[in-house]
């Protein structure tokens, strides 16, 4: 079955730098790669998506890069700002078994110091 | 539109109770989940069900069973509760294969 794995498991930056995270999956049959961020106690939220038919999608600060031959994608948040702190997961999905069976990274706690 | 709930939000279990986490869902979607969040290991799925009738293991499905009552409810069940079973449990629903995932805001389960 499919397998990510996320690097770092702790990133700490400075207000105003960038931060990047980098995932890789097993399952070259995988298409949808989801960032999911989780501030302390809450729910994960989806905050981008790339589909595999595509390299690269930018939502303002945010990005994800995708590198399906090399079977990695990553995060890239520019500018930081405080209320970027929270963990962050990646995921990878394989359409050909079913419902949307995501299968998540191990986490990044991401920190912004001011 | 209260997305999707669960309860309880906390629970304390001894060892060989039973217990079961419900959840629902008020967006229409098809496809419901249940996944178990354990420090430094992200989110691992239990069980799914891609619509409703159906349902299909996960992950790590030993130890749990589910039921889909109907398109908007998704229960998981825990036979005889095991310390291993510690852990913060999030039900999930989404509309479409590909689409994006809607967590509940998850349920703490302590066994002793």
């Known amino acids: 079955g499919e397998n990510v794995e996320q690097h770092p498991s702790t990133l700490s930056v400075q207000e105003g730098d960038s931060a990047v995270i980098k995932c890789t999956y097993s399952?070259?049959?995988?298409?949808?790669f989801p960032w999911y961020k989780q501030e302390l106690g809450k729910r994960p939220q989806l905050i981008i998506d790339?589909?595999?038919?595509?390299g690269e999608k930018k939502d303002q600060r945010i990005a994800v890069t995708l590198n399906k031959t090399a079977k990695h994608f990553s995060l890239h948040i520019t500018e930081t700002q405080p209320e970027d702190s929270a963990v962050y997961f990646c995921?990878?999905?394989?359409?050909?078994?079913?419902?949307?069976?995501?299968?998540f990274g191990q986490g990044t706690r991401l920190t912004i110091n001011p | 539109n209260a997305g999707v709930t669960q309860t309880p939000k906390f629970q304390v279990l001894k060892t060989g109770q039973s217990m079961t986490l419900q959840c629902a869902q008020d967006m229409n979607h098809n496809s419901m989940y249940w996944y178990r969040q354990d420090p430094g290991m992200g989110l691992r799925l239990i069980y799914y069900?891609?619509?409703?009738?159906?349902?299909d293991k996960g992950e790590v499905p030993n130890g749990y069973n589910v039921s889909r009552l109907n398109k908007r409810e998704f229960s998981l069940r825990l036979e005889s509760a095991a310390p291993s079973q510690t852990s913060v449990y999030f039900c999930?629903?989404?509309?479409?294969?590909?689409?994006?995932?809607?967590f509940g805001e998850g349920s703490r389960l302590t066994v002793l």
């Open positions: 995921a990878a999905s394989n359409p050909f078994q079913g419902a949307q069976k995501l299968v």
């Open positions: 999930a629903s989404s509309p479409s294969r590909g689409g994006e995932l809607f």
């Open positions: 790339i589909r595999s038919n595509v």
């Open positions: 069900s891609a619509s409703e009738g159906t349902t």
């Open positions: 399952d070259s049959a995988s298409n949808y």
